[in-house]
């Protein structure tokens, strides 16, 4: 069971991981470049629609990761978990101490400078769901090696 729990953590790190550079690279980037008087309507837009994508992923990940600190499969190093973890949170302590905070003033007072700065914060997240999807990368390897 630990075997198909660590599957679904990587399939939806993976996942995660596409998202954020699809964001970082594509979409962040334009909306800094949204005109203001369409910033409110594109930035409310926005935080709907990635709710409705990210929702599934974003459970999975969570509830795999707390299950992977308990039930570790014997295959996987005793730190892969806990550094997963670890990852996670930075990921999400950036999403809600920084990204959440800016789309806010995306869809109350927008301006280009918010904009830039959605960019510009977004890279502790992106940095870290990158080095997530290798060390879940490396526990699925660890099981199939063994």
């Known amino acids: 069971m630990s075997e198909i729990i660590l599957l679904a953590n990587f399939v939806a790190t993976a996942v ?17 470049t949204v ?6 309507e594109t930035a409310v837009d926005h935080q709907r629609r990635t709710g409705q ?3 599934i992923p974003m459970a999975v ?4 990761t707390l299950w992977l600190l308990t039930s570790r499969p014997d295959a996987v190093s ?3 978990p806990w550094l997963s973890a670890v990852l ?4 999400l302590g950036s999403t809600v101490f920084l ?10 007072n ?4 918010v904009g830039r700065r959605l960019v510009v914060t977004n890279w502790p997240r992106t940095i870290a769901w990158s080095a997530r999807a290798v060390v879940c990368a490396v526990m699925l390897l660890q099981v199939v090696r063994a």
């Open 78 to 80: 005793l730190i892969l």
């Open 110 to 113: 927008p301006t280009a400078d």
């Open 88 to 91: 996670l949170a930075v990921a």
């Open 61 to 64: 990940e969570g509830v795999t």
């Open 99 to 108: 990204s959440v905070p800016l789309h806010a003033k995306m869809a109350t």
């Open 16 to 32: 995660m991981t596409g998202v954020i550079w699809f964001v970082q690279w594509v979409h962040y980037p334009l909306l800094a």
């Open 35 to 40: 005109p203001v008087d369409r910033a409110i």
């Open 53 to 55: 994508v990210l929702a």
